[in-house]
């Protein structure tokens, strides 16, 4: 795990994966607002080759509004992104940037930031429990 997110390793196959964190992350009241395609943006735009990764716009509307109350700026830094990335056939992981991670750039998030974070880490951890 790098030092600016939260992450699972989850034994499911891709698909199934995706589908996990949009049901964990829903339970924790996000909804997923975008969803990039890495590996096959990479191929049309640049022909390469890459695993399996998708990048889906996390958003818990009470939160980014109170975030945005804090510093109207800080939409450039929403939604949260969350990714889910093929390491096997039976494998993926699951990385969310950690919150926390924002208040060193955007000073009085820290409740905002707290509360995310918490979301996000049950989140990844009921992944790992179910699977």
Known sequence: MSSYTLSATVALPYEDAVAATRAALADQGFGVLTEIDI?????????????????????RPPLAYAALQADPSVAAMLPCNVVVRS?????????????????????????????????????????????
């Open 39 to 59: 590996a096959v943006t990479l191929k049309a735009k640049l022909d390469v080759d890459m695993p399996r990764q998708v990048i889906l716009g996390a958003c």
């Open 87 to 131: 390491l096997d056939d039976g494998t993926c992981l699951v990385e969310a940037i950690d919150p926390a991670a924002m208040t060193q750039l955007v000073p009085g998030l820290e409740h905002v930031a707290a509360e995310a974070g918490s979301r996000l880490t049950a989140a990844l951890a009921a992944l790992t429990e179910e699977h």
